[in-house]
């Protein structure tokens, strides 16, 4: 009896090749409908949201569509995307043997980290990808003061020194008065 090496990267390696397998038959078998027709999933573009001092920048990547078909919502806090996928008339004598296009229609919606201006919104679509440029409200910035307590004692001690000097001016004016009108 000789003994064989366990290998369980090997073993992993063919479980993976056989539910690749698996799932191959189910979306694209022969005469059955696939996976997507099944659970009438649905497509959502991919999003990018990058953030500046300034601004927020969101990129939805959106192929093969158009401008004039996408609907773009913005609110202070919220982007809406939605738009439709239309399937291409076909001749009569053609028809599909295959096809991995979804269409229809689809919609994302994307909470922003931040308020924006949304007036001041800046679009821009190019090449399947949309990009918004969205500006951030400006919060109300506290001013914040800083208190040299050194500073304010020293400040406070020269008040002091003042108010005797002034007291005392104060006095001896009094009392050159009181001698002035004791002499006459």
């Not at 979306?27 to 001092?53: C, I, R």
């Amino acid at each position: 009896m000789s003994l064989i090496r366990w290998q369980p990267l090997r073993e992993i390696d063919t479980i993976r090749q056989q539910i690749n397998h698996l799932f191959d038959e189910w979306m694209h078998g022969q005469g059955h409908e696939s996976l997507f027709t099944k659970l009438n999933a649905t497509w959502t573009p991919a999003v990018e949201l990058t953030e500046t001092d300034t601004d927020i920048i969101l990129k939805a990547e959106v192929p093969g569509m158009e401008a004039k078909d996408l609907d773009v919502e913005v609110s202070t806090d919220v982007v809406a995307i939605a738009g439709e996928y239309q399937q291409e008339k076909q001749q009569q004598d053609k028809s599909f043997i295959w096809s991995e296009f979804r269409y229809g229609q689809f919609q994302r919606i994307i909470p922003l980290p931040v308020s924006i201006k949304n007036e001041q919104v800046k679009a821009e679509f190019k090449n399947g990808v949309l990009m918004l440029t969205l500006p951030k409200v400006e919060a109300v910035k506290r001013k914040v003061v800083k208190l040299d307590l050194g500073v304010q004692e020293a400040a406070r001690e020269a008040m002091t020194k003042e108010r005797q000097h002034q007291e005392h001016l104060q006095d001896t004016m009094h009392t050159r008065a009181a001698a002035e009108v004791g002499a006459n």
